[in-house]
């Protein structure tokens, strides 16, 4: 099974800050079929469900303000909120599809400091 | 809109059985893979188990494998989870989410609200 791993578990940051999350596969979801690597993004904040924010690892859902984005290939994989908002306060999940079981990593949440 | 909603959680003795549904409405049902996802009280998300459009291919986790069996009537629009030999650590909201394309195998964008599902003597 592919392990996939975040970091941090928990990070603090400033009203407007940059917030960086990372996210590690034990190994590459990059798909030689479509070209594409199979990483997604989620942000489920308390007492709701998750919600799609990114996946192929750097496509944004429709809805998603431009200040998520992701990157990275292969392994490795970033989420980066630019400039965060009070309403970005959740806990956010990566997860990979590229073969079963779609592990997805501890979470990392992210509060105002 | 894509709707999802889970029913039939509830309290279960240890090594008992319980079956949960998600009724779908909003999508073309039987063209879309279907995936029970879960979240133990205060922990992160953890797949369970998938299911082909046709039903043809499932998929489990380890942790559930042997125990759990997935299904799903596209007649009534709704996807199953027969859960027995229940244990404490299977406790957890449990939340179906369709995938974002017809017939494959990749990423979430709908999900459900859940079904509260608690092993307890």
């Known amino acids: 099974d592919i392990v996939v791993t975040q970091s941090p578990d928990s990070l603090a940051v400033s009203l407007g800050e940059r917030a960086t999350i990372n996210c590690k596969s034990t190994?590459?979801?990059?798909?030689?079929?479509?070209?594409?690597?199979?990483l997604a993004w989620y942000q489920q904040k308390p007492g709701q469900p998750p919600k799609l924010l990114i996946f192929?690892?750097?496509t944004r859902e429709s809805g998603v303000p431009d200040r998520f984005s992701g990157s990275g290939s292969g392994t490795d994989f970033t989420l980066t909120i630019s400039s965060l908002q009070a309403e970005d306060v959740a806990v956010y999940y990566c997860q990979q599809y590229y073969t079963t079981p779609f592990t997805f990593g501890g979470g990392t949440k992210v509060e105002i400091k | 809109e894509v709707q999802l909603l889970e029913s039939g959680g509830g309290l279960v003795q240890p090594g008992g059985s319980l079956r949960i549904a998600c009724a779908a409405s909003?999508?073309?049902?039987?063209?879309?893979?279907m995936t029970w996802v879960r979240q133990a009280p205060g922990k992160g998300l953890e797949w369970v188990s998938a299911i082909s459009d046709s039903a043809a291919i499932t998929y489990y986790a380890d942790s559930v494998k042997g125990r759990f069996t997935i299904s799903r009537d596209n007649s009534k629009n709704t996807l199953y989870l027969q859960m027995s030999s229940l244990r404490a650590e299977d406790t957890a909201l449990y939340y179906c989410?369709?995938?974002?394309?017809?017939?494959?195998?990749?990423?979430?964008?709908?999900w459900g609200q859940g079904t509260l599902v608690t092993v307890s003597s």
């Open positions: 989410a369709k995938d974002a394309y017809s017939s494959r195998w990749y990423y979430f964008d709908s």
């Open positions: 192929w690892a750097s």
């Open positions: 190994q590459s979801v990059f798909s030689s079929s479509n070209n594409k690597n199979c």
């Open positions: 909003g999508f073309t049902f039987n063209t879309y893979t």
